[in-house]
């Protein structure tokens, strides 16, 4: 063996050296947390479905009824019929029901005359434009917040915190009325309704990341302000770093593994607050479909809606099992 193939093997670890299994396993238990994270995603799609489809079973009256609603015609019953098998018993049903959302079917809403696919595919675009850009600012007033007021003066805390415990309190219908009242009926500063343009999108932004934005701060400042009275914070105050880069360089990575907990529930909240702002603000997306849904009792796109928010949570819960390995590198080896 050469010189040079000696010092390789005194420098590179070997397959069968302690720092190599380290390194082989500590890829292995992030692939088996993803595949996990994706098989429970499934198991809770296929809950949900399940619990759509038995709850339409056991609500008295036929199912033919419910799913036509107020449309009382022969050839719709027979289009029902024939679409959810419904001349099969209730298990063939079940199964044919999720065999079609299995390749993406969700139905037909016979009441606008489409696919259900189609009718939530049209306005979903401004909902999560709407959620996400709520959602950004939420986590931007959150950090703001929470940074300003960790170790400072109890009284600036105090201050803060009551107005965080005042954004959690007031309904988004009830602050978005007031900011319409304020910004557009009196200084006539942004649109009273619509969703054309940025400055339609303002003011249903921030009704809508008051409330989150609250809830984080409260959330960060609890986690930062603990972090802060750990033992290496005073190692980095030892070492000169001013306060606001422990703040910002320490302990506000620490706070983030709760912060993106708090974050992830709050995707439901802002989505369902989506659909309420659509309505104050006049705007489309899926406010308006579900609002008009069931007002016609236009049962498959309620469903198809109930399937979307399980997708949504599912999706939102698998990327933020992801980011917990990028925030925190021991979660890339815990078993």
């Avoid at 030892?238 to 703040?247: K, N, S």
């Avoid at 990327?319 to 390995?325: A, E, R």
Wanted: proline letters at 5%; hydrophobic letters at 55%.
């Amino acid at each position: 063996m050469t010189s040079a193939a000696i010092q390789a093997n005194d420098v590179l670890p070997s397959p069968a050296s302690g720092e190599g299994r380290t390194a082989v396993r500590g890829r292995h238990p992030f692939v088996r947390r993803l595949v996990t994270r994706i098989a429970s995603g499934i198991v809770v799609l296929w809950a949900a479905a399940t619990l759509a489809f038995w709850t339409l079973q056991l609500v008295p009256g036929s199912v033919v009824d419910i799913l036509a609603g107020d449309l009382n015609d022969p050839a719709l019953r027979e289009a029902l019929i024939a679409e959810w098998h419904l001349n099969l018993s209730a298990w063939d049903q079940y199964l044919a029901f999720l065999g079609r959302l299995a390749v993406g079917d969700l139905g037909t809403s016979y009441v606008q005359r489409q696919p259900v696919l189609g009718v939530i595919g049209d306005q979903i675009l401004p909902t999560i434009t709407l959620a996400v850009a709520a959602g950004v600012l939420a986590v931007i007033l959150a950090i703001v917040l929470s940074t300003l007021t960790v170790g400072r003066r109890p009284r600036l805390r105090a201050s803060l915190s009551t107005v965080e415990l005042i954004f959690v309190s007031i309904p988004v219908f009830w602050s978005g009325l007031l900011l319409l009242m304020v910004f557009s009926f009196a200084l006539k500063l942004f649109p009273v309704a619509g969703g054309n343009g940025i400055q339609s999108l303002v003011l249903p932004t921030i009704a809508l990341a008051l409330p989150a934005a609250g809830l984080l701060s409260q959330v960060l400042r609890e986690a930062m302000q603990r972090t802060m009275d750990e033992p290496f914070i005073v190692s980095v105050r030892a070492r000169g770093v001013r306060e606001t880069l422990v703040i910002w360089r320490h302990a506000l990575r620490h706070a983030m593994l709760p912060g993106m907990t708090i974050a992830g529930a709050l995707v439901g909240g802002l989505l369902g607050g989506a659909v309420i702002t659509e309505q104050v603000f006049g705007r489309p997306g899926l406010g308006s479909v579900t609002l008009s849904a069931v007002t016609n009792k236009d049962v498959p796109v309620v469903l198809g809606v109930v399937l979307l928010a399980a997708l949504v949570y599912v999706v939102v819960s698998t990327l933020l099992d992801i980011l917990y390995t990028a925030v925190d590198p021991r979660l890339r080896g815990a078993r």
